[in-house]
C-alpha cells in the first residue's frame, strides 16, 4: 500500500506516540545518511573537495543561528571555493563514496571522513580533521570522573544526558591518520588535541563565533541582577553542568537560576530533577529561547552571572551568545574551549564544590567588580570571537596545508 504525503504527515503523530522518538530519529538519520550535494556552488574549477558535515547548509543562502554547525559548514565550503575547488558535501552518515575523485577530504569525526581512510593506495587525497571538540581520551576521562562524582551525591546515574561515554563509535584516532587538524576551540582543548595526536604541530587551533542579534543596555543594574544566574545549553544536560546549576539553586535560595534550553529527550533527567525544580520558587525554566526573540534580551537583561560548567565545548557557542549580546560576568570550565579566563572566572575542574565555591567568591565580590568583569567579557567576545576572524583564519589554515 502506497501513502499519500497527507496520509504520512496525518498518522506520524500517532507513530510518535506509539513507536516512540527514537525510531522516529533512526528513520530520519537513515534516509539523511543518503546525502551528497555535488558541487555546492556550481562552480567550474578541475579540482575537487569533499567536506564530510551538513548537506542541509546548503538549502538556503540564510543560516539559521540556532546552531553554528550550518554556518560552519558553509564558511568552510566558501574558503575551498576561494582557492579554486569545486566542492561537494557529504552527510556524516554518507556511505559508497567515491573518494579517488577529490583533492582533499576534510570533516567532523564521521562515517564519511573516517571511511576515506581506504586500503586502496590510489585514493591518497589530502585529509583535514575538523575537530569540534576536546580529544576523545580526554572526554572519556572527564566524563568517567564526572559519573562518579555525580553518584557520590545522589546515589544514581544519569548516563543518557552525557555525550561521551565509552562505547558510543566515536573514532579517536581521526587526529592521528590525519595530514593535518583545525582544531574549533580554545588554548586548553587544543593543547589536548595536540599532545594526543603524531606530530603535534600539525595541529592549528580555531576560536568559534558568535551571532551579533543584539545590544546590552549600558545603564544595566548589577545591583538587581548580581544574583541571577543563567545556564544556557541545550543536549547532553549531565555533560554541560545544568544538574550543577540546578543543585547550586536548590542550596541556596538567595540565587535565582534561569534555565534555557534543556532537552527534552532526557527524560531520566527531568524525571530526577523536575520534582525539585517546581518544590523551589527561585528556578525559572523558560525552556527553548531563540536568540533572535525578545525573551532572550529579557533573560540577559535580567541576569548578571552566566554559568557554563562543560565538560568540554568546541568554543561554547551559547556562552559565546550570551556574552557577545549581553553583559553578565562569566563562570566557566576549563573544557568550555574559550580563552576569557582574563575576564570570567574560569574552574579548572567540572565538580560541584567547585563551582559552588567559585559562585560564593563571586557573590563575595563588590556590585562594581562584577559589572566592569561582565562588560569586559561583553567587548572580548565582540571583538575576538567573529564570523570573520572564523572565517579568514579557516581560509588561511586550509590554504596553508594544501600547500605544505
Known amino acids: 500500500m502506497k501513502l499519500s504525503f497527507s496520509e504520512i504527515y496525518r498518522i506520524l503523530p500517532i507513530a510518535k506516540r506509539r513507536t516512540g522518538e527514537k525510531l522516529i530519529r533512526w528513520i530520519q538519520r537513515l534516509f539523511n545518511s543518503e546525502k551528497l550535494v555535488k558541487n555546492v556552488f556550481d562552480a567550474k574549477y578541475e579540482r575537487r573537495a569533499l567536506l564530510c558535515y551538513l548537506p542541509e547548509a546548503f538549502k538556503s543562502k540564510k543560516q539559521p543561528k540556532h546552531h553554528s554547525n550550518l554556518t560552519e559548514c558553509h564558511t568552510i565550503a566558501e574558503a575551498f571555493d576561494r582557492l579554486g575547488y569545486n566542492v561537494d558535501c557529504a552527510s556524516r552518515g554518507k556511505t559508497g563514496i567515491d573518494y579517488s575523485c577529490y583533492d582533499v577530504v576534510m570533516g567532523i569525526n564521521c562515517s564519511a571522513y573516517s571511511a576515506s581512510f581506504t586500503i586502496d593506495k590510489n585514493i591518497s587525497p589530502i585529509r583535514i580533521f575538523y575537530s569540534v571538540g576536546a580529544h576523545t581520551f580526554y572526554n572519556f576521562r572527564t566524563t568517567a570522573k564526572r559519573n562518579k562524582e555525580f553518584f557520590d551525591r545522589h546515589n544514581g546515574w544519569l548516563l543518557p544526558s552525557y555525550h561521551y561515554i565509552p562505547g558510543n563509535g566515536m573514532n579517536y584516532y581521526m587526529s592521528h591518520l590525519s595530514d593535518a587538524v583545525i582544531s574549533l576551540g580554545g588554548s586548553f582543548l587544543t593543547q589536548q588535541m595536540a599532545d ?190 567573529t564570523l570573520d576572524e572564523y572565517r579568514e583564519k579557516m581560509y588561511r589554515y586550509i590554504k596553508e596545508i594544501i600547500k605544505e
Open 196 to 385: 594526543e595526536s603524531e606530530p603535534c604541530d600539525k595541529v592549528r587551533q580555531l576560536p568559534a563565533f558568535y551571532f551579533n542579534v543584539t545590544t546590552p543596555d549600558e545603564k544595566k543594574d548589577f545591583s538587581k541582577c548580581r544574583n541571577n544566574i543563567l545556564w544556557f545549553g541545550s543536549s547532553g544536560m549531565m555533560h554541560k553542568g545544568l544538574d550543577i546549576a540546578i543543585d547550586f539553586a536548590l542550596e541556596h535560595p538567595q540565587f535565582t537560576l534561569h534555565i534555557c534550553g534543556g532537552s527534552q529527550q532526557e527524560k531520566e533527567f527531568w524525571k530526577f530533577y523536575m520534582p525539585k525544580i517546581k518544590s523551589a520558587d527561585n528556578i525559572v525554566m523558560h525552556g527553548f529561547v531563540d536568540i533572535q526573540s525578545d525573551e532572550f534580551k529579557e533573560v540577559l537583561a535580567v541576569c548578571g552571572l552566566l554559568l557554563n560548567p562543560s565538560l568540554s565545548e568546541s568554543g561554547a557557542v551559547a556562552v559565546l551568545n550570551v556574552l557577545g549580546n549581553g553583559a553578565l560576568l562569566p563562570v566557566y570550565s576549563k573544557g568550555t574551549g574559550l580563552d576569557i579566563e582574563s575576564v570570567g572566572i574560569e574552574v579548572d575542574e567540572v565538580t560541584y564544590d567547585k563551582f559552588r565555591n567559585a559562585l560564593l567568591a563571586v557573590a563575595d565580590l563588590p556590585t562594581g567588580t562584577i559589572a566592569q568583569k561582565a562588560w569586559d567579557a561583553h567587548h572580548l567576545v565582540k571583538e575576538k570571537y
